[in-house]
């Protein structure tokens, strides 16, 4: 059984740096063909997929917020890491990382695991 915890500050304040971990248990990171997304879900409105990083280390990025997110791992920690950048009351939402296989063309993602979700609020 795989899972997944997500963890950071609840409260970031404006401009600053979103940092969010997903700690993984059961199954490796690094394991084919798998790709680990972070989603998050603003108040009232759908989830919105930020980005991925794969098996093999290579990454994927939302076109909205590719100037802002970076998306890391450590495998020796078997850990994935968020950074969104300069945030704004915009960025509050609940954070979820979630573990998924690629399919189709144009690729998309197929989840059959997800974390908890963290709540993040930006604010001052």
């Known amino acids: 059984q795989v899972q997944l915890q997500e963890s950071g500050p609840g409260l970031v304040k404006p401009s600053q740096t979103l940092s969010l971990t997903c700690t993984v248990s059961g199954g490796s990171i690094a394991m084919a063909y798998y790709y680990w997304s972070w989603i998050r879900q603003p108040p009232g409105k759908g989830r919105e997929w930020m980005g991925a990083?794969?098996?093999?280390?290579?990454?994927d990025y939302s076109p909205s917020l590719k100037s802002r997110t970076s998306i890391s791992r450590d495998t020796s920690k078997n850990q994935l890491t968020l950074q969104l950048s300069s945030v704004t009351p915009e960025d509050t939402a609940v954070y979820y990382c979630?573990?998924?296989?690629?399919?189709?063309?144009?690729?998309?993602?197929?989840?059959?695991?997800w974390g908890q979700g963290t709540q993040v609020t930006v604010s001052s």
């Open positions: 979630a573990r998924g296989l690629r399919v189709g063309i144009p690729p998309t993602y197929e989840y059959d695991y």
């Open positions: 990083i794969s098996y093999s280390g290579s990454t």
